[in-house]
């Protein structure tokens, strides 16, 4: 077991000058579940691939514990993947495949059977040890990629989106099963996904990246409670958070008519009079039209647990209700609200929005990032 | 390449599924009457060979001709080997010679440069496989005097390196871009993970990738074997001494200006074409596709 360490590494592709992974500082406990998260083409698989030596590191250094592996060929690195499309040998049966490194290591036969053995117990592959993989179907597939990570007990296992080719179902199964046995065996884990609930339920921390640059690294309550960022605010949660440009005023930010205080240590930290509201979907009160934010309901979509309703506001809708003049320049928002499950909410019902008390997340517009609390 | 493993076409695909059954068997009729005249028009002509190379001298000659043999002469094939027209021992270890040392040159060379543009991109890379393309577009025929005149340059003419040189060079284009495609059908996280379970480049490349490209290994050998086998023009022009020549321009020896000896013609074809025949049927069970199924996805 062991920490993994990325210090300033970056790649650059051939032909590309901006680098695929720009700059990237993380560091990884040992035995520590780390999701990389981030929109397709963002670096996550080139950031896997160079702790896995498959890619050059062009300037940093990466090691593992102690040890700088910037420059050791794959081979040498104690590390175990799982690829994005399994990559298993395929003309070796499942068995083979899963004991492929006990057998490179030269250990004894019998030794070896044995972990193999141990492996399929674990991952239900007993039956299929004899297969080759062309007879298997996708999920087990995925299972002989896993099986030939962990009978490995490798210092870091990195996975690239290894339920990305599962069906929803199978991969809410493997999902847990996955993070389960990490746990189990405490083996460092890098884990690539682009799908934020995954991250968001697997990880111990995760790591956020975009265009190569790493946005934030926390727990997931951290990404999700305190996003660093207008990119995170909104790459993280589903639905996602609902982001409103603003124009501070004396009062605050200005949302259909209403303002939206501001501590004098966020008016200090402005940029510019605009501002990005954030309120997740889940951080609004429903009103009675009248009060609050004047929205009408657009669509509703009802997931039997939680409804939710996607209203529009507009000038007109808070200053006819609150008979007062609002600022005619303001562009109308669409807002996703969550309201309970079964709820009695019509479209074209008139509705008041008001944020919760500490749900409340502000950006600079300019600069994207987060004002201070 | 795709045609060699390629299963056949049956019968049942050939005809439309949705005729009535009596028209249907009518048309499975017709198509094996047809295919089978087709298949003799093919054969037909080793029939020829075949028959002749038990004929004796008159009889082959003999107007109007015979079918078959009225006397046997299967001593055609002991007589062969010692004949005033040409050495036909030494000719036969050379096309032995020629072929097995071309053919392991060709696959020396196209091996690497077919897993090197398989897995690596460089600059000239397409440039690089069209010029490969080009070189078997030019027939050895059309550069045997330029060789002739460089194989003298370099002392080596008339030898039978500069025919294994000519047959590797000739085939090498060939054999490259069959390997090219095996070795990139291969998906390059196959050898990856391969590495990762702690294998050397070269413990990959054996245990891995040479398994998986195997088919594409074997079909190389083949046609680049079979080629050069075959080979006839470049050897007349650059083997003038007998006992280095092959035996496709022996051959030739025994069709002379006054008399030819058909029966040898026909018996040296025979022997000529039997090792490749047997080679062929030999390997044919490893030119099965899909072998790289089920890796990934
Ligand atoms: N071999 C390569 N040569 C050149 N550019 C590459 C290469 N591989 C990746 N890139 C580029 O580097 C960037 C990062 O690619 P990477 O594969 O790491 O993305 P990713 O985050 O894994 O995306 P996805 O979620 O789609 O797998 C992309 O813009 C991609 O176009
Ligand atoms: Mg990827």
Redesign the pocket.
């Known amino acids: 077991m062991a920490t993994v360490t990325f210090d300033g590494a970056s790649r650059y592709y051939a032909g590309n000058d901006k680098p695929a992974v720009d700059q990237l500082d993380l560091e990884v406990e040992d035995g520590e579940f780390l999701v990389l998260v981030g929109p397709?083409?963002c670096g996550?698989?080139?950031t896997?691939r160079m702790l896995a030596g498959l890619e050059g590191v062009d300037e940093g250094a990466v090691r593992i514990g102690e040890r700088d592996v910037t420059n050791l060929p794959p081979k040498d690195r104690d590390i175990a993947m799982v690829f994005?499309n399994y990559a298993l040998y395929p003309h070796m049966t499942v068995a083979d495949n899963i004991g492929f490194h006990l057998k490179i290591k030269k250990m004894p036969k019998a030794e070896r059977a044995e972990r193999v053995l141990e492996a399929a117990k674990l991952l239900d592959l007993e039956p299929y040890l004899e297969r080759k993989p062309a007879k298997l179907s996708g999920g087990q597939r995925q299972r002989v990629a896993m099986g030939r990570a962990i009978v490995r007990r490798p210092q870091v296992f990195c996975m690239?989106?290894p339920l990305s080719n599962l069906d929803a179902k199978l991969r809410v199964q493997t999902r847990t099963q996955i993070a389960s046995l990490q746990r189990r065996l405490g083996v460092t884990t890098i884990y690539?996904t682009?799908d934020q609930v995954e991250a968001m339920t697997m990880g111990d921390r995760v790591a956020v990246l975009k265009d190569g640059l790493l946005q934030q690294c926390d727990t997931p309550i951290g990404l999700f409670g305190r996003p660093k960022n207008l990119f995170v605010a909104g790459f993280i949660g589903s639905p996602a958070m609902n982001l409103i440009p603003a124009t501070v005023n004396g009062d605050g930010a200005v949302i259909g008519g209403q303002p939206i205080g501001l501590t004098p240590a966020q008016r200090e930290a402005l940029t510019s009079p605009n501002v990005v509201v954030g309120v997740r979907p889940e951080g609004w009160t429903l009103k009675p039209a009248g009060e609050g934010i004047g929205a009408m309901v657009e669509v509703v979509e009802e997931l039997g647990s939680d409804q939710f309703l996607y209203c529009s506001t507009s000038a007109e809708l808070t200053a006819a209700d609150a008979s007062e003049a609002a600022d005619e320049s303001e562009a109308p928002h669409t807002i996703t609200v969550r309201a309970p499950g079964m709820s009695a909410f019509q479209r074209g019902e008139k509705v008041g929005l008001v944020p919760q008390p500490g749900a409340v997340h502000l950006f600079d517009a300019e600069t994207g990032d987060r004002l201070p609390d | 390449m795709s045609t060699v493993v390629d299963r056949p076409v049956t019968v049942t695909e050939v005809d439309g599924g949705g005729d009535p059954p009596k028209a249907r068997e009518r048309r499975r009729w017709g198509l094996t009457i047809v295919g089978s005249i087709v298949a003799l028009i093919f054969l037909f002509p080793y029939l020829i060979m075949l028959i002749g190379a038990f004929k004796t001298r008159p009889e082959i000659l003999r107007v109007p001709p015979t079918y078959l043999p009225q006397e046997w002469a299967p001593s055609n094939f002991l007589t062969m080997w010692d004949t005033p027209e040409t050495p036909l021992p030494a000719n036969l270890l050379s096309t032995v010679v020629i072929s097995l040392c071309g053919t392991a040159l060709a696959l020396l060379a196209a091996l690497p440069a077919a897993y090197y543009t398989a897995r690596h991109n460089f600059r000239l890379k397409l440039p690089f496989l069209l010029l490969v393309l080009i070189t078997q577009m030019l027939q050895p025929t059309v550069l045997a005097s330029g060789l002739f005149r460089e194989f003298i340059t370099l002392e080596i003419n008339d030898t039978w390196l500069t025919m294994i040189l000519v047959n590797a060079a000739f085939n090498l284009s060939f054999a490259v871009w069959i390997m090219h495609s095996f070795f990139a059908s291969v998906p390059k996280e196959i050898e990856e993970a391969a590495w990762l379970d702690g294998c050397s480049r070269g413990q990959s490349l054996t245990r891995i990738m040479l398994p998986l490209v195997w088919p594409g290994i074997v079909t190389a050998v083949i046609f680049t074997f079979i080629a050069c086998w075959n080979e006839f023009a470049a050897s007349l022009i650059l083997l003038p001494t007998d006992t280095n020549q092959p035996l496709t321009v022996a051959l030739t020896r025994f069709i002379g200006q006054y008399e030819s000896a058909w029966q040898y013609v026909f018996a040296v074809s025979l022997i000529g074409i039997v090792p490749v025949v047997a080679l062929f049927a030999l390997i044919e069970k490893h030119l099965v596709s899909g072998l790289t199924a089920g890796g990934v996805k």
């Open positions: 397709s083409g996550k698989s080139t896997l994005q690239d989106e690539v682009h």
